[in-house]
T-cell receptor
Framework: GAGVSQSPRYKVAKRGQDVALRCDPI?????LFWYQQALGQGPEFLTY????????KSGLPSDRFFAERPEGSVSTLKIQRTQQEDSAVYLC?????????????FGPGTRLTVT | AQSVSQHNHHVILSEAASLELGCNYS??????LFWYVQYPGQHLQLLLK??????LVKGIKGFEAEFIKSKFSFNLRKPSVQWSDTAEYFC??????????FGTGTKLQVIP
């Protein structure tokens, strides 16, 4: 596709429910990132994949958060037993080597509201 | 660890006024610097970036930013803002590792 796509765009979950958020990166992009953007804040790093390998998950706020990218393309961010503090926009970005530096492109995000 | 500080949380300007948004960063190595914009209801878009070379970087829609290494700053400027510039602006930094650290954002409101 032309850009990074994410689905669903909006998700309402009751507290305690599990959710799965999907990211389709730009075709051929090796690197994929997940960020969390709480209301009134800048995006904060959650985790990073290079192909199927999760190289950094230091930003995941708790063990309820889990991300995977099994075939090195589509990625899923899963949140188990959602809590109200998980309400945020979840952004996915993919990047490629532009010959000098990496160029990172962001998707539209999934707005998660936990009630 | 890298960090970004944006000085203004909310800026209100009249159309045709000049804009300068402050950004200071902290990072120990070679930095890549970015300004992103998020228009109401839309996703993050790259406004401009600095990797190396000329410290004065020109971006889309008439925006520019100047990298001043001695001040660890990367301020965003526009000589004359328009109502359509109403948005939230994020300064961001990354190092050799691609992880991007964002500032908390500045909401710009332009009054016609």
């Amino acid at each position: 596709g032309a850009g990074v796509s994410q689905s669903p765009r909006y998700k309402v979950a009751k507290r305690g429910q599990d959710v799965a958020l999907r990211c389709d990166p730009i075709s051929g992009h090796v690197s994929l990132f997940w960020y969390q953007q709480a209301l009134g804040q800048g995006p904060e790093f959650l985790t990073y994949f290079q192909n199927e390998a999760q190289l950094d998950k230091s930003g995941l706020p708790s063990d309820r958060f889990f991300a995977e990218r099994p075939e090195g393309s589509v990625s899923t961010l899963k949140i188990q037993r959602t809590q109200q503090e998980d309400s945020a926009v979840y952004l996915c970005a993919s990047s490629f080597w532009a010959g000098e530096r990496y160029e990172q492109y962001f998707g539209p995000g999934t707005r998660l509201t936990v009630t | 660890a890298q960090s970004v500080s944006q000085h203004n949380h909310h800026v209100i300007l009249s159309e045709a006024a000049s804009l300068e948004l402050g950004c200071n960063y902290s990072y120990g190595g070679t930095v890549n610097l970015f300004w992103y914009v998020q228009y109401p209801g839309q996703h993050l878009q790259l406004l401009l970036k600095y990797f190396s070379g000329d410290p004065l970087v020109k971006g889309i829609k008439g925006f520019e930013a100047e990298f001043i290494k001695s001040k660890f700053s990367f301020n965003l400027r526009k000589p004359s803002v328009q109502w359509s510039d109403t948005a939230e602006y994020f300064c961001a930094v990354s190092g050799s590792y691609q992880k991007v650290t964002f500032g908390t954002g500045t909401k710009l409101q332009v009054i016609p």
